[in-house]
C-alpha cells in the first residue's frame, strides 16, 4: 500500500453510501458521524460532481446525528436513537438508511440493534456499516447497496422474463450517470427488455422493492457493484454478467451480443438491432468525415480515469475515432489481482493497439510515465514527439495537457470544469456525444 | 503562556462559550449582555453541517507552494475539490498562474486504524518532500488519529530535522468542537508556531542604516489586513485601495500569503481584522508577542460598517481628517450611483443566512439598500457580534426572528414558509432550500464577486438588482421541485427540536 494518496478521486465509502442514497427516489439517509461529514461529501460534490449536488433529500439537507466528544466517550446510541425517531417526524420519505462514519464505527455504536428496534414497528430502515476507513466511494456504493439487497429488496419474487437490474454505475462518482444509466436502459430496451437501472428521474423505490423478480443482473464494471451482484445472487438467485461500460459503437455491439447470449434471446432480432444502429451512427458520422481529414482530426491521446472509464474511453478511441490512445492511466486503488484483470481488458483492441497501461494514484506522475514513453531524443530536426495530443481524464489533468499543449477533455471524476445533466456516453447515441465533445474541444477556437 | 505554547487551540465553546443553537429574536440577543452568553442547547434532530477540517482546508489549500497532507481516511477532506477552483482563480488573479492545489490523504484503512497511522504518516511527509519539494507540509488531522491515539505533533517534532519543508501540524478531529470557527485558531495556531521567523534568504546582505531607517517609517505606517478564505481578490483590492489613500501601506495575511513573506505580519503597526470572529485568536497573540496592537470591532460590509472600519483605523493613525474627507466622497459617489436600484428595493423583504458576522454585517447593507430584514440565521454565535446585533436592533423598525443554526435547512423551511420573503441570501450550498421555495436568491460570498467596501456595495446591489428583474428560474423550481420535509413538520414551531436545559422547546 501506498502511504498516501495524492488528490484521490474519489471520496471514502460514507460518501459513496451517501451519493448512493441521495439518488435513490424517495429515500433519505441517516448519517451517523460527526457534523463535519455531510459537508465535506456535499462541497466535495459542488467542486467535483459537474455541479450536481443536492437532489430531493441530498446535501446540507440529510439528517446527521452529528456526534460529539460526548457521544466519543460515552457512545452514540442514545443520540441516534433519538435521531432516528425525529426524523420520521420531520423528513418525508419510504425508506430510511442509517449510514456510519468512521467515528461512530471506532468507538463501537451498535447500530444494527438500534434500526432493528424500528424495523420491528414496521419503518422501512436498513443500516449499513460504511466508516470512511473501510474503503473508497466505489467500496460504499457497493456496501449500502448489499445492505439494501439484504435487508429492503423483496424476498422470494417470481422471476419475470426479460427483466435486468443496471449495477456498476456509482452516482455521481459516474459525473455521467443519469445519461449513462437512461443510455443502457435505451438501448436494451430495443430487445425488449424491462430495464430497472434503480437511480434515473423515471425510477422508483418500488424498482428496487421488486428487484429480485429480475431474470439477470448487469454489472457495467469490472470492478465497482460485484459484490452487490454476488449479494443478489446468494439471497435472490439472480445470476450477473459484468461488462465494461459500452460507449461507442464496437463496444456497444459486444455488449449487446453477450447480455443476448447470458438472456439467450432472439439473436436475429439482437443482430437486425445492431445493424440499425449502426447505420445510424455512421449516417451521423458521415457528415464529419470531410472535416476530419481536412483538419487531421486523428490525435495521439492519454487516457486517465477511473476502472470503467480508463477502459471504455480507450477503447473508444483506438477502435471508433481511430485515435492513438498511448498511455492509460488507471487512478483506482487496487486491489489484488486487479491489475492484471484491467490490463487484460485492452489486450485485444480492434485496431491491434497496445497503450501502456500503468496504475498510479498520484496523478501528478502521469507526466514522466509519457516522458519515459516518448523520451526527448534524437536531432532537433527530426523529432518523434508525442503531437498532436489530447487528454482525457479529469479536471486534474488540465495541468497534463497543458504540459503537453494538448487540448482535453473532462470525463472522469472530478468534473470541476463541465456542467452535466442529463449527458450520457453509453451507447451508439453516448458515442456520437463523446466525439461531439472530443472534437469540440479541438476546434473550439476555430 | 499563551495558548500558542500548548500543541492545540482550545476549542471555542470553552474559550468563547460560542453555542450554536438558540431561537429568538435580534432584539433580545441585542440585550444580552457580553458577558452572558448562551447556554447553548442541543438539537435532537439535527442535519448535517460542517467540522473546523472544512475552512481550515480553505485556509490552507490557498498558501503557495504548499502541500496539504490529511492524516485520515480517505474522503477525509475531500472538500479540496471544491476549495481547489479557489486556489485556481486566487493564484491566478494575485500571480497570473493558474495552479492546483496539492493535497494528499495517508488514506487510513482498517489495518492502520488497529496498528496506529503514524508510521505511514512519516513515510508520507518524507516522500512528499523529496517528490513535490514544497515549501510548506501542512500535516492535518481528521477524526481518525484523534480517536486511534496518532500524534501527529510528536511525528513533525521526530523527522522535522530530515525535512527541508517545515512542517506545520494543524488539528481538525471533527468530533472535538462543534464550533467549526475553530477552524480560525487551528490554522493560525500552526502558522504561529511555525511560519513567523524572517528566513535568512529575506534579510538584506549588507546593512545599511538610511535604508532601516526607510523600512522603520514604511512599517510605522504598515497595517496588517486580515483577510478571509471567504473574500476574493476584488474586495482585498478595495480595501488596499481605501487605506492606500489614506496614505497607509497593507499586508495582507495569511490566506494566498506566501511562506517566506509570513514573518512580515510581526512587523506591522496595527492589525485589522476584517471579521472579528476569524481573527481575534492570532491579533491577540501578535498583541502579545510582537506588541502589534489590533482593531477587532468591525466587518468591512455595508456603508457604515465600511465607515465606522476606516475611521476605526484612521483614528489609530491620527488621520481623522483625512478620514472624513475620504468617506464623505466615497459615500456621495456611491449613493449617487445607488440611486436608480433604490426604488426596485423599497420595502422588500429579505432573509439572510451565514456565518455569524457576514450574516449580520450584510443585514445592515440590505436596510441601508431599503430593505426590510424578516429573519437572520447565523450559523453560530459569539461574544464577538455582540454590538452587531445591537446595531441592528437599533437600526431595525421591527423585532425580527433570530436563529443560530449550524445550517439546520429544516428550520429554515419552516421559517422560510412562514416569513415568504422576497429575497434570500445564504451560505454555499445554503440557497437551494429558499431557492425551491420560490424565493430570489443570491449567494452571501464568492471569491469571484464583489462584497466589501463600497465597491461591494454597489457590486451587491447591482446583483440583487439582476436577481429581483428575473427570478422566475425559482419560480418554475417552486411549481416543480419539493423539499424532503412532511407536512407536520411546517405545522409545527420551527425550533421544536432546540433543547434547552434537557427539554425540547414547544414541545
Known amino acids: ?446 | 503562556m499563551t495558548y500558542l505554547d500548548s500543541k492545540e487551540p482550545p476549542k471555542r465553546e470553552q474559550r468563547l462559550k460560542a453555542c450554536i443553537s438558540y431561537a429568538g429574536t435580534v432584539c433580545g440577543m441585542a440585550k444580552k449582555t457580553k458577558n452572558c452568553c448562551l447556554n447553548d442547547g442541543e438539537r435532537s434532530f439535527s442535519q448535517g453541517s460542517i467540522c473546523l477540517l472544512l475552512p481550515a482546508l480553505a485556509m490552507i489549500n490557498s498558501l503557495p507552494d504548499n502541500v496539504t497532507i490529511l492524516h485520515g481516511a480517505i474522503g477525509c477532506g475531500s472538500c479540496a475539490h471544491s476549495q481547489n477552483a479557489n486556489a485556481r482563480s486566487g493564484g491566478s488573479v494575485r500571480w497570473g498562474q493558474v495552479k492546483d492545489a496539492l493535497w494528499l490523504s495517508t488514506a487510513l484503512n482498517e489495518s492502520d486504524v488497529i496498528g496506529g497511522g503514524e508510521d505511514k504518516l512519516e513515510k508520507a511527509i518524507i516522500e512528499a518532500d523529496v517528490l513535490y519539494r514544497p515549501a510548506t507540509i501542512t500535516v492535518v488531522a481528521g477524526c481518525v488519529p484523534g480517536i486511534i491515539g496518532d500524534d501527529i505533533d510528536g511525528v513533525v517534532e521526530k523527522i522535522q530535522s530530515r525535512i527541508s519543508a517545515r512542517l506545520i501540524p494543524v488539528h481538525c478531529e471533527g468530533f472535538k468542537t462543534k464550533i467549526w470557527a475553530t477552524a480560525y485558531d487551528a490554522v493560525y495556531h500552526g502558522i504561529g508556531r511555525k511560519l513567523l521567523e524572517e528566513p535568512e534568504t529575506e534579510k538584506p546582505l549588507i546593512y545599511d542604516e538610511f535604508e532601516e531607517e526607510k523600512e522603520k517609517v514604511r512599517r510605522s505606517k504598515t497595517v496588517n489586513l486580515m483577510n478571509v478564505s471567504s473574500m476574493g481578490r476584488g474586495d482585498e483590492l478595495e480595501l488596499t485601495r481605501l487605506l492606500n489613500a489614506l496614505g497607509l501601506e497593507v499586508n495582507i495575511f495569511p490566506v494566498f500569503a506566501r511562506p517566506e513573506e509570513m514573518y512580515k505580519v510581526t512587523q506591522a503597526a496595527l492589525s485589522v481584522s476584517t471579521c472579528p470572529t476569524h481573527d481575534d485568536y492570532f491579533v491577540n497573540f501578535l498583541q502579545e508577542k510582537f506588541n502589534i496592537p489590533y482593531l477587532l470591532r468591525h466587518m468591512p460590509i455595508g456603508i457604515e460598517n465600511t465607515s465606522l472600519w476606516v475611521k476605526d483605523i484612521a483614528r489609530f493613525f491620527g488621520l481623522e481628517e483625512q478620514a472624513d474627507k475620504l468617506l464623505s466622497e466615497e459615500i456621495a459617489e456611491l449613493k449617487a450611483a445607488l440611486e436608480e436600484f433604490l426604488p426596485l428595493f423599497q420595502g422588500k423583504t429579505v432573509f439572510v443566512g451565514a456565518g455569524e458576522f457576514r450574516a449580520l454585517a450584510t443585514a445592515r447593507l440590505l436596510q441601508e439598500l431599503g430593505f426590510e430584514i424578516v429573519g437572520i440565521r447565523s450559523y453560530h454565535h459569539d461574544e464577538f457580534a455582540v454590538g452587531e446585533y445591537e446595531k441592528l436592533a437599533a437600526s431595525s423598525p421591527k423585532d425580527f426572528v433570530l436563529n443560530i443554526a449550524n445550517v439546520q435547512p429544516f428550520e429554515e423551511a419552516n421559517l422560510l414558509r412562514k416569513l415568504q420573503p422576497d429575497v434570500f441570501l445564504g451560505h454555499w450550498n445554503g440557497n437551494g432550500t429558499a431557492a425551491k421555495l420560490g424565493v430570489a436568491t443570491h449567494v452571501i460570498y464568492n471569491t469571484g464577486l464583489g462584497y466589501i467596501g463600497y465597491s461591494g456595495v454597489y457590486e451587491l446591489a447591482r446583483r440583487l438588482a439582476r436577481q429581483l428583474k428575473n427570478p422566475i428560474f425559482n419560480r418554475k423550481l417552486k411549481k416543480h421541485a419539493s423539499l424532503p420535509y412532511t407536512q407536520q413538520w411546517y405545522d409545527v414551531d420551527p425550533f421544536k427540536y432546540i433543547k434547552v436545559q434537557g427539554d425540547e422547546v414547544n414541545a
Open chain 1, 1 to 446: 500500500m501506498p502511504n498516501f494518496i495524492e488528490r484521490p478521486r474519489y471520496l471514502c465509502s460514507l460518501g459513496g453510501a451517501f451519493m448512493t442514497l441521495t439518488a435513490l427516489p424517495e429515500t433519505i439517509a441517516i448519517v451517523h458521524a460527526p457534523a463535519g461529514c455531510v459537508g465535506n461529501i456535499t462541497w466535495t460534490q459542488n467542486g467535483g460532481s459537474g455541479l450536481q449536488v443536492g437532489g430531493y433529500c441530498g446535501g446540507m439537507s440529510v439528517p446527521s446525528t452529528n456526534v460529539q466528544e460526548r457521544d466519543v466517550i460515552f457512545g452514540g446510541n442514545e443520540r441516534l436513537h433519538e435521531q432516528i425517531k425525529n426524523t420520521l417526524d420531520v423528513m418525508d420519505g419510504k425508506l430510511f438508511v442509517v449510514i456510519t462514519g468512521c467515528v461512530t464505527e471506532l468507538i463501537g455504536d451498535d447500530v444494527r440493534s438500534e434500526v432493528s428496534e424500528f424495523r420491528q414497528d414496521g419503518v422501512a430502515i436498513v443500516a449499513a456499516e460504511t466508516g470512511g476507513f473501510k474503503g473508497n466511494s466505489y467500496d460504499g456504493y457497493d456496501i449500502v447497496m448489499q445492505a439494501l439487497v439484504k435487508d429492503y429488496v423483496k424476498p422470494h419474487q417470481t422471476k419475470r422474463k426479460g427483466k435486468v437490474n443496471i449495477l456498476g454505475i456509482v452516482p455521481y462518482m459516474d459525473v455521467f450517470w443519469r445519461g449513462n444509466l437512461e443510455g443502457i436502459r435505451k438501448l436494451l430496451a430495443k430487445l425488449n427488455l424491462e430495464v430497472n437501472t434503480f437511480f434515473t428521474p423515471e425510477d422508483t423505490l418500488e424498482g428496487l422493492e421488486n428487484s429480485a423478480s429480475a431474470e439477470l443482473n448487469i454489472v457495467i464494471s469490472a470492478s465497482y457493484g460485484l459484490e452487490t451482484a454476488k449479494t443478489y445472487e446468494e439471497i435472490h438467485e439472480i445470476p450477473y454478467v459484468t461488462t465494461g461500460l459500452p460507449v461507442g459503437p464496437t463496444a456497444t455491439d459486444r455488449f449487446l451480443r453477450n447480455i443476448a447470449q447470458a438472456l439467450s434471446l432472439d439473436l436475429e432480432l439482437v443482430e437486425k438491432v445492431i445493424a440499425e444502429e449502426n447505420r445510424v451512427y455512421f449516417s451521423y458520422i458521415d457528415t464529419l468525415v470531410d472535416c476530419y481529414n481536412d483538419l487531421d482530426l486523428q490525435k495521439y491521446a492519454v487516457v486517465i480515469g477511473d476502472a470503467n472509464y480508463a477502459p471504455a474511453l480507450t477503447e473508444f478511441l483506438a477502435d471508433d475515432l481511430g485515435w492513438l490512445p498511448e498511455l492509460v492511466v488507471f487512478t483506482d486503488q487496487m486491489k489484488e489481482g486487479q491489475e492484471e484483470l484491467f490490463e487484460g481488458l485492452l489486450e485485444n483492441l480492434e485496431s491491434g493497439l497496445k497503450p501502456q497501461v500503468i496504475f498510479e494514484t498520484n496523478t501528478s506522475q502521469a507526466i514522466g510515465h509519457l516522458n519515459r514513453l516518448y523520451p526527448k531524443t534524437g536531432s532537433h530536426k527530426y523529432v518523434k514527439t508525442f503531437s498532436p495530443a489530447f487528454v482525457v481524464g479529469s479536471s486534474l489533468d488540465r495541468e497534463l495537457a497543458l504540459a503537453l499543449k494538448a487540448p482535453h477533455l473532462t470525463v472522469s471524476f472530478p468534473v470541476a470544469n463541465r456542467a452535466v445533466l442529463d449527458r450520457g456516453y453509453t451507447g451508439y447515441r453516448g458515442g456520437l456525444r463523446l466525439a461531439e465533445d472530443l472534437l469540440s474541444v479541438v476546434v473550439a477556437g476555430r
